[in-house]
């Protein structure tokens, strides 16, 4: 047996326990950081309609014109 092998099932149990905190924490910090990356595009997403908004303000161009085509298309069908 090497050093790194468990002796007991006492050791076994630690070493198993040790590697599924292991994993918990990685998988928390993906979490995490999966999270973060959504909130992000959330930010993003918002200040972009945001910005749309007000060109389509500047333009002179009413927000909802396309959808209430597609809504009078659909009507007359």
């Known amino acids: 047996?090497?050093?790194?092998?468990?002796?007991?099932?006492?050791?076994?149990?630690?070493?198993?326990q040790t590697l599924l905190q292991q994993m918990q924490d990685k998988f928390q910090t993906m979490s995490d950081q999966i999270i973060g990356r959504i909130d992000e595009?959330?930010?993003?997403?918002?200040?972009?309609?945001?910005?749309?908004?007000?060109?389509?303000?500047?333009?002179?161009?009413?927000?909802?014109?396309g959808e209430n085509k597609v809504s009078d298309a659909s009507g007359t069908a």
């Open 1 to 16: 047996m090497s050093e790194t092998e468990p002796k007991s099932a006492q050791d076994l149990t630690v070493v198993v």
């Open 41 to 65: 595009m959330s930010t993003r997403i918002d200040d972009l309609e945001k910005n749309i908004s007000d060109l389509m303000t500047q333009a002179g161009v009413e927000e909802y014109e």
